[in-house]
């Protein structure tokens, strides 16, 4: 567009011509249309608009919103359910010690599970690729574990 075409445009046409380049500075759109970035800006300030993140809004109102944040807008709710449903798994995936309430401490002295024959393999090799002991790395695991969860 030129400067006459741009100069023949309604002031509403003008801003919105300006504000559809809302990434570009002033001077730039200034030398597409052909006239200096202080004219154009004049012009526009002098009808009562202002530059807010880019686009011109008329004094006294908001700057139109990025087409990212309107798109998030249309998907707010299910964005919401994500949040919410990855909420209430971190919830979930805290330790629950009831069982322990029920323990009757009267017959026994300690409390012992039969761990998957799978993992004690694997605790084995890795004790002996690295030589630390069993209860180093047990004591370590509870310890990070109880960390997390505390």
Avoid: W
């Avoid at 629950?96 to 599970?113: A, M, R, V």
């Avoid at 790395?137 to 509870?142: G, Q, S």
């Amino acid at each position: 567009m030129d400067r006459q075409e741009f100069k023949s445009l309604r002031l509403e046409e003008q801003v919105a011509y300006v504000n559809k380049r809302s990434q570009m500075t002033m001077g730039q759109i200034a030398e597409e249309i052909g006239i200096p970035a202080s004219s154009l800006s004049q012009l526009l300030t002098r009808e009562g608009h202002r530059r807010v993140n880019g686009f011109y809004v008329k004094a006294g109102t908001e700057a139109p919103q990025t087409n990212d944040l309107q798109e998030l807008l249309q998907y707010k709710e299910q964005i919401l359910a994500m949040v919410l449903k990855e909420q209430q798994e971190q919830t979930s995936k805290k330790l629950d010690f009831s069982f322990l309430n029920n323990y009757n401490q009267k017959h026994k002295k300690t409390i012992s599970f039969d761990l998957p024959e799978a993992f004690v393999n694997e605790i084995d090799m890795f004790v002996k690729a690295t030589g630390y002991k069993k209860q180093a790395i047990y004591a370590l695991a509870i310890y990070q574990l109880m960390q997390k969860h505390g």
